[in-house]
């Protein structure tokens, strides 16, 4: 079963939103390619239309428009996605991912191309740095239950027995 964790770009605010789907959600990326446009009424989103602009593999590997199928290539590479440049002209040989999607894609970029009438604040969904905090709040109050001291019964004993105790 695919499972893929969206990144939805909103060029207009600047913002970005996490979705993740599975299951019969992720058969609209069945067979597209990078550039693609995706309506977003599959996803949940009313009004919208995407456009898949990049993605990692599993592995992390990133996926590249120019480069045509499905599984990893090493091509030699000036500049663009998966370079860093060391210098002028130096070229390097990266693995780099294909254009297409399949069930090895772990990551899709989407960029908004025709927004909605409601926004995706009001569609519930959360801006990267919003997740985090959720998810930090989650992990401490799941660590202060962890933590949360509990009532120990401690029999107290009394002088006369504690004297008894060391003479023996």
Sequence with gaps: MAEFKLNINDPKTGKSYSKTVEGTETDVFKGKKLKDKIPGDSLGLKGYELEISGG????????????????????LLVEGVGVRNKGSGIKQRKSIRGN?????????????????????????????????????????????????PKEEVKEESTPEEKNESKEE
């Design 100 to 148: 297409a999607i399949d069930l090895n894609i772990k990551q899709i970029n989407l960029k908004i191309i025709k927004a909605g009438t409601t926004s995706l604040k009001e569609l519930g969904f959360l801006t990267k740095t919003e997740s985090e905090e959720a998810k930090k709040e989650e992990a401490l109050k799941e660590a202060a239950a962890k933590e949360a």
């Design 56 to 75: 990692s593999d599993r592995q992390g590997f990133p996926m590249r428009w120019d480069i045509s199928g499905t599984g990893r290539k090493k091509p």
